[in-house]
DNA sequence: CGAATCTTTGAATCCTCTCAAGTCTTGTGG
DNA sequence: CCACAAGACTTGAGAGGATTCAAAGATTCG
């Protein structure tokens, strides 16, 4: 219907435009998965659409909680900031989950991260006062939130459990199998591109860590350029050293 | 009013008891804070109160979810096990605060980790039935629930930035000034005693590594030990050690 | 094309782990 | 209440891994 819905043309420029919830590919796997659209569709309508390119800041921490949006595609990281300059990614959010959650708690709430794209990413930015009326009568849609809760848990666990213990050769070997775009039969897998840094961040190591290791990949074959924005793994190998 | 009510008297045994929730001290700051306990008192007859001693498992992974359990007193952790049979606590719980979330979540659900007391710890047990009635009619409960799955993504963050970022000395530091008792207005902290290797699960270390940082804390006077469970911290010392 | 940013590599150091042995605690039963 | 056994904690020595600092090489973007 719109260009909001075509997903080829967002090149280094945002774009927006109104949701079109009807249509939705995703909406069966995100939070409004079992919402009635029709019935609610006249408080969907502050819904739009945006598409960022890689590295865009979608909110900063501490701005007020106005609104959540949804990742229609690719792949967002939560960060946190140190004293001293250093960051640390404590969530990744993808397609169908929910960047934003604290705008479902009380007012005045702020955002505990800073939210950014790692890829080039489509989103649903929902304001809050979308939610109060289709909390008050859909009592499906109050479990659909709980489960994005527990969707964030997990996530964070993830990064606790696969990405912070170990080895380094292990943490981020586990990295580049949760980022696997797609795996052909003959086990091969295909992966976006992502930063030295962001691994760092990802494994609590540094960037130049993560090269020496990401090098000693590259030199056992386990890991080739296969385009200049992508990578390619054998599968077998990647999992031997995940452990 | 019954035993159940005092703390005194849990040794090394658990008891039972059914929860008076309208004297409760703890309601207030707990996930039932704003319920109206005279209306719906016919659906929380099924709450028990236990007592557990330190180190007694609640609940095992993979056990289905069918009770939360609210921290009254005392201290638990969430740990998940892995193929080597180390551990790692990804959660830790304090009072007011709920273990077993997952009961939350639809029917069938397992509890993910394992949990077990790190301290003697007071529980109201909740079975899952009684929170549909609740949820159905009274839209505060809601914010309550969400603001619990909120605080145990702080948890898990806490660990992910405080306790898993950092040298080994600055993590072990930053453990103890989270697991702080009491605070004396000369800038002593008394801390409850905790295994080595729970410090170590925590911070995603080894007991060997652990003791030797505690060792050297104790060499430079940084800690003491005040009672046969207790130990005694120098406050400004510490925090400088935290970074 | 050039500046800015990100990545790679080297060398030295420091930190943490591993393995192994010894010590201390704790809980149990006599 | 004491003695013993099992488990938890400590300590040492050596090896290996990760960090740091510094400098050079790639990429990216305007």
Same mark, same amino acid.
């Given at each position: 219907?719109?260009?909001? %819905?075509?997903?080829?043309?967002?090149?280094?420029?945002?774009?927006?435009? !109104?949701?079109?919830?009807?249509?939705?590919?995703?909406?069966?796997?995100?939070?409004? =998965?079992?919402?009635?659209?029709?019935? @609610?569709?006249?408080?969907?309508?502050?819904?739009?659409?945006?598409?960022? #390119?890689?590295?865009?800041?979608? @909110?900063? =921490?501490?701005?007020?909680?106005?609104?959540?949006?949804?990742? !229609?595609?690719?792949?967002?990281?939560?960060?946190?900031?140190?004293?001293?300059?250093?960051?640390?990614?404590?969530?990744?959010?993808?397609?169908?989950?929910?960047?934003?959650?604290?705008?479902?708690? *009380?007012?005045?709430?702020?955002?505990?991260?800073?939210?950014?794209?790692?890829?080039?990413?489509?989103?649903?930015?929902?304001?809050?006062?979308?939610?109060? #009326?289709?909390?008050? *009568? *859909?009592?499906?849609?109050? %479990?659909?939130?709980?489960?994005?809760?527990?969707?964030?848990?997990?996530?964070?666990?993830?990064?606790?459990?696969?990405?912070?213990?170990?080895?380094?050769?292990?943490?981020?070997?586990?990295?580049?199998?949760?980022?696997?775009?797609?795996?052909?039969?003959?086990?091969?897998?295909?992966?976006?591109?992502?930063?030295?840094?962001?691994?760092?961040?990802?494994?609590?190591?540094?960037?130049?860590?993560?090269?020496?290791?990401?090098?000693?990949?590259? !030199?056992?074959? /386990?890991?080739?350029?296969?385009? #200049?924005?992508? /990578? !390619?793994?054998?599968?077998?190998?990647?999992?031997?050293?995940?452990?």
């Amino acid at each position: 219907m719109t260009k909001a %819905l075509d997903s080829g043309n967002c090149w280094n420029v945002s774009w927006e435009g !109104r949701a079109d919830c009807k249509h939705c590919a995703i909406r069966k796997i995100d939070v409004l =998965a079992d919402v009635d659209i029709d019935k @609610y569709e006249e408080y969907l309508k502050p819904i739009t659409q945006y598409c960022y #390119p890689k590295n865009t800041v979608i @909110y900063n =921490a501490g701005n007020e909680a106005t609104d959540l949006y949804v990742v !229609r595609k690719g792949l967002v990281k939560l960060e946190q900031t140190f004293e001293d300059g250093s960051m640390r990614i404590v969530r990744l959010i993808q397609k169908g989950s929910i960047v934003g959650l604290e705008t479902f708690l *009380d007012h005045k709430q702020k955002y505990e991260q800073t939210a950014t794209t790692i890829h080039k990413t489509e989103l649903c930015r929902i304001p809050e006062r979308v939610f109060p #009326p289709i909390l008050k *009568d *859909d009592s499906h849609f109050f %479990l659909a939130v709980m489960g994005q809760w527990h969707e964030q848990l997990e996530s964070s666990n993830q990064i606790l459990v696969e990405f912070s213990t170990g080895s380094l050769r292990q943490r981020v070997a586990r990295v580049f199998l949760y980022l696997v775009d797609e795996a052909n039969r003959d086990g091969l897998l295909e992966i976006k591109k992502i930063s030295v840094q962001d691994i760092a961040s990802l494994t609590s190591s540094t960037r130049e860590s993560v090269s020496r290791v990401v090098a000693e990949f590259k !030199r056992n074959q /386990l890991l080739t350029k296969s385009s #200049p924005k992508k /990578l !390619r793994f054998d599968e077998v190998a990647l999992r031997k050293q995940a452990e």
